[in-house]
């Protein structure tokens, strides 16, 4: 008489950890696409469905850091390839990967490569694949019009390949 048709909903410890897990996937996917957007850690949580506090502790237990340390982690990569790969300034790189200031970028940078972006540069550069013109990675990354980076193009001498002004 005192049983339910559907029944007590029963789940093991693993089933519970997939279930935490996949939620905090949910968040992650977020941090993983618009790492360069400044994020609403908030906005991130509810994402997984959870407060913000909760939200950093089952995050740090499940990927061993912080979601914000995550992030920062993510922007440092993101940098380390347009530093080896596009001619842009450090402070262009700064704002493409989503760091409001040159130095805590620096620092971040430094604290995670061993190197200041200047110097990891220096030591990168010239041992991969050609730089890319900046105007065509700014335009990749956000950070340029594509109307603007037409018009550059139609200035450009052809066969140059550069996005610059040749009076420059």
């Not at 604290?111 to 900046?134: E, F, N, S």
Request: net charge neutral.
């Amino acid at each position: 008489m005192g049983h339910d048709s559907i029944g007590p909903m029963v789940t093991s410890p693993d089933e519970a950890r997939l279930a935490l897990l996949r939620r905090l996937r949910l968040a992650k996917d977020v941090m993983d696409r618009d790492w360069a957007e400044p994020l609403d850690l908030d906005a991130v949580a509810a994402h997984a469905g959870y407060s913000r506090y909760h939200f950093i502790r089952a995050f740090k237990g499940a990927y061993g850091s912080t979601p914000g340390q995550y992030l920062t982690r993510r922007r440092i990569e993101r940098a380390e390839e347009l530093l080896r790969s596009a001619n842009l300034s450090v402070t262009e790189i700064c704002s493409l990967v989503g760091f409001s200031s040159l130095g805590t970028f620096s620092t971040s940078f430094k604290k995670q490569t061993g190197l200041t972006p200047t110097a990891y540069r220096d030591l990168h550069v010239g041992r991969g694949a050609a730089v890319i013109p900046g105007c065509y990675a700014m335009l990749w990354y956000g950070g340029r019009d594509a109307r603007a980076l037409r018009a550059e193009e139609s200035e450009t001498p052809s066969g140059t390949g550069d996005c610059e002004d040749s009076n420059s």
